[in-house]
């Protein structure tokens, strides 16, 4: 079954910067429809940046510069690169993919459903 397991999380300073990273088994990525949300403790899960087969991207409007998605076909990894990183920041990240053959529409990001999600991970930025 379809595999995503996140990783880069870390304990940083604010003004830091983190790349977050997600491998994706029995997913190949690279035709796949895919995004990064996160979920600060007591608030809901929040929808940051979508991207699609053929690498248009689709970041959320809450989300400023700071965040870049990328992804390595080769290795098969998703990646977020977050800068400037900010206390409120802190959350468990996420990425998520869609089933292949269901049509990505970055438009309705980040209303958009996703099949299969990571288990996530920490992010903490301390003042």
């Known amino acids: 079954q379809v595999q995503l397991v996140e990783s880069g999380g870390d304990q940083v300073q604010a003004g830091g910067s983190l790349r977050l990273s997600c491998a994706a088994s029995?997913?190949?990525?690279?035709?796949?429809?895919m995004a990064w949300f996160r979920q600060a403790p007591g608030k809901g899960r929040e929808g940051l940046v979508g991207?699609?087969?053929?690498?248009?991207?689709r970041y959320a409007e809450y989300v400023k510069d700071r965040f870049t998605i990328s992804r390595d076909n080769d290795k098969n990894f998703l990646y977020l690169q977050i800068n400037s990183l900010k206390p409120e920041d802190t959350a468990v990240y996420y990425c998520?993919?869609?089933?292949?053959?269901?049509?990505?529409?970055?438009?309705?990001?980040?209303?958009?459903?996703?099949?299969?999600w990571g288990e996530g991970t920490q992010v903490n930025v301390s003042s």
């Open positions: 998520a993919a869609r089933r292949w053959g269901r049509f990505c529409a970055l438009s309705t990001f980040p209303r958009m459903d996703f099949d299969y």
């Open positions: 029995k997913y190949g990525i690279s035709g796949g429809c």
């Open positions: 991207i699609d087969a053929d690498g248009n991207t």
